[in-house]
């Protein structure tokens, strides 16, 4: 099995069905600012971390679910920003 496949199969914990990826990023923002600001005493500072880990393995598998669908949706044929970039530096020289 793929690591790609290890995470689509993963199911998400009952404690973060229906949480958007924004919410999430913005409650793992949030628990890293205080953790780093030294403002959770040791205890809460173990249970911010725990869920932090959660809060990233969870954005991660929604962050594969949505390049699976751009995958999808471009028919695999994904191409590098490197050719648009070439093709106007070259439209642009020749007024």
Do not use: I
Request: glycine share 10%; hydrophobic share 40%; aromatic share 4%.
């Amino acid at each position: 099995m793929t690591k790609k496949q290890a995470t689509a199969n993963l199911s998400v914990p009952a404690h973060l069905e229906g949480l958007s990826f924004e919410d999430a990023m913005a409650e793992l923002n949030k628990l890293v600012g205080s953790m780093e600001a030294g403002e959770l005493p040791l205890e809460a500072s173990v249970s911010a971390y725990q869920r932090g880990s959660e809060l990233v393995k969870y954005c991660a598998a929604q962050l594969e679910k949505v390049e699976q669908q751009v995958k999808v949706l471009e028919a695999g044929m994904l191409k590098p920003l490197a050719d648009s970039g070439a093709q106007g530096g070259n439209n642009g020289g020749e007024d």
